[in-house]
């Protein structure tokens, strides 16, 4: 089946989607993108996915008023022209013709949205738990992507490669200081003695939105949380390690390379976070 995909304004089928070749995005990777969970034909958080890719947008290319993206109607309307309710849902912009360009000062963006099956991770891997590796690459607090969520995404993959090549869901990365920053994809959270700690946005991380849902949650189900520096013995000495992000939602981490987290069980906290964040998508979902 063709799917339909919305492009500058205008819905169209997916082989007619045409964008420049002098895109900043495919010459340059001066993209950004969300990555969005839909359930009942209605995304989740929308507002919170496009204001951090406001955010980033006029760090790093131009302001981008809400007025240029798609708003909760057209997603309505991408999804049911689909057939779907559940699904991955992908926003992206980009810099746009960069013909003559030299800088990203260009405000001609190229906005995109499309949507895709959900597929949803095994349900194995939320109830017993995943592995992961600690991944070679390093994350520099100096690079200025770091912090964003931009279309220069392949370290990214090559850090997940590395990850499914040792047969696991994640490879967690470190900073060039030795701090624990993040997935490949995901948030990470630690619990020890009762408290969630998660590496603060400066480490710099990514500010996921799942990462603000569960420490919002924590909060209002009176579990402690820090926003603190963490290293790799605060990660092996963990009592749970939790991973996030739109689709994962929450997901426990059992195995850190060869160590065991929890003796490899999935833990009791990290359940109930999950358990709560689900409850939030459905209500905010359907009432929407
Ligand atoms: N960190 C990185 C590097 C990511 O790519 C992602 C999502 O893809 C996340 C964190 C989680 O972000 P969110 O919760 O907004 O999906």
């Not at 017993?128 to 600690?134: D, R």
């Not at 200081?177 to 946005?201: H, Q, Y």
Request: charged fraction near 25%; charge should be neutral.
């Amino acid at each position: 089946m063709t799917g339909i995909v919305y492009l500058n304004d205008r819905f169209v089928s997916e082989p007619d989607a045409r964008i420049s070749v002098y895109d900043g995005g495919w010459l340059h990777g001066a993209g950004l993108f969300e990555t969005m969970r839909a359930e009942n034909g209605c995304v989740f958080r929308l507002e919170s996915h496009i204001e951090r890719l406001r955010r980033s947008a006029s760090k790093l290319l131009m302001a981008i008023e809400p007025e240029a993206l798609p708003d909760r109607n057209v997603f309505a309307e991408l999804l049911e022209r689909n057939s779907l309710k559940a699904a991955r849902v992908r926003l992206m912009v980009t810099a746009g013709s960069m013909r003559g360009h030299r800088t990203t000062d260009n405000s001609d963006f190229t906005v995109c949205a499309t949507v895709a099956d959900l597929s949803p991770y095994p349900a194995d891997f939320y109830e017993k738990g995943v592995p992961v590796i600690i991944c070679d690459f390093r994350i520099s607090p100096s690079d200025p992507l770091a912090g964003h969520k931009t279309t220069c995404y392949l370290p990214r993959l090559l850090g997940l490669r590395q990850a499914q090549q040792g047969k696991c869901v994640e490879a967690l990365w470190f900073t060039t200081a030795n701090r624990l920053a993040e997935g490949s994809i995901s948030n990470v959270f630690i619990i020890k003695n009762g408290v969630l700690n998660t590496p603060p946005l400066d480490t710099p991380v990514l500010p996921g939105i799942t990462r603000g849902i569960v420490l919002e949650i924590a909060r209002q189900i009176g579990i402690e949380v820090q926003e603190c520096p963490l290293t790799v013995n605060d990660l092996l000495d963990a009592d749970e390690v939790l991973l996030t992000n739109a689709i994962m939602q929450v997901m426990p981490v059992i195995r850190v390379e060869k160590h065991d987290i929890h003796n490899g069980r999935a833990g009791p906290l990290g359940k109930r976070l999950l358990q709560e964040y689900r409850t939030r998508v459905k209500e905010e979902c359907m009432s929407k």
